[in-house]
T-cell receptor
Framework: DADVTQTPRNRITKTGKRIMLECSQT?????MYWYRQDPGLGLRLIYY???????NKGEISDGYSVSRQAQAKFSLSLESAIPNQTALYFC??????????????FGPGTRLTVL | DQQVKQNSPSLSVQEGRISILNCDYT??????FLWYKKYPAEGPTFLIS?????DKNEDGRFTVFLNKSAKHLSLHIVPSQPGDSAVYFC?????????????FGQGTILTVHP
């Protein structure tokens, strides 16, 4: 089984709809991240969480919110989706205790299309 | 302001030859660098990393070189194989201020022809 899972894998929604993307991990890592990938722009950080009580904005957090329900679960919400939020979304985890400094482990991604 | 740049959107190489992927950065505080590989419909997977106290790190066919004075790193794949065809992202971090957050480049699409 995959260590980092994301649901759904694909989602098509309409402008103005609320949508939640979910991420779960079995790696036991404390740190979790949400990124979006757009063609030509690489991966950009939306939000990150270093533990259950710690949530931080990334470089492109406007229009997004997150919830860290447990160490293993980190959800990303779009309260009112807009077309320019169409992108690939990735969840990632990392753990200082693992000794592999800054190495993040990614889920398979969610392809979101906002019409 | 793109702090990590991969200026070549794509690279095409013949099987068995060397692939060289390049990455430039502007933030002199970056002290750890990573390369990730991404296949279609999958998430990025970690490939190799290098600390700023080193100038070279090798792992099998993959070698990363770091030139701190030029703020440049490169990934060498020797010999290249068709299975290496993927998007490659370089990433950098600055422990002092970013505490493990990564800044990614735009990615380079590598195609290895049989």
């Amino acid at each position: 089984d995959a260590d980092v899972t994301q649901t759904p894998r694909n989602r098509i929604t309409k402008t103005g709809k609320r949508i939640m993307l979910e991420c779960s991990q079995t790696k036991g890592h404390d740190r979790m991240y949400w990124y979006r990938q757009d063609p030509g722009l690489g991966l950009r950080l939306i939000y990150y969480s270093f533990d259950v009580k710690d949530i931080n904005k990334g470089e492109i957090s406007d229009g997004y919110s997150v919830s860290r329900q447990a160490q293993a679960k980190f959800s990303l919400s779009l309260e009112s989706a807009i077309p320019n939020q169409t992108a690939l979304y990735f969840c990632a985890t990392s753990d200082l205790a693992s000794g592999s400094r800054d190495t993040q482990y990614f889920g398979p991604g969610t392809r979101l299309t906002v019409l | 302001d793109q702090q990590v740049k991969q200026n070549s959107p794509s690279l095409s190489v013949q099987e068995g030859r060397i692939s060289i992927l390049n990455c430039d950065y502007t933030n002199s505080m970056f002290d750890y660098f990573l390369w990730y590989k991404k296949y279609p419909a999958e998430g990025p997977t970690f490939l190799i990393s290098i600390s700023s106290i080193k100038d070279k790190n090798e792992d099998g066919r993959f070698t990363v070189f770091l030139n701190k004075s030029a703020k440049h790193l490169s990934l060498h794949i020797v010999p290249s194989q068709p299975g290496d065809s993927a998007v490659y992202f370089c990433a950098a971090s600055d422990w002092g201020t970013s505490y493990g957050k990564l800044t990614f480049g735009q990615g380079t699409i590598l195609t290895v022809h049989p």
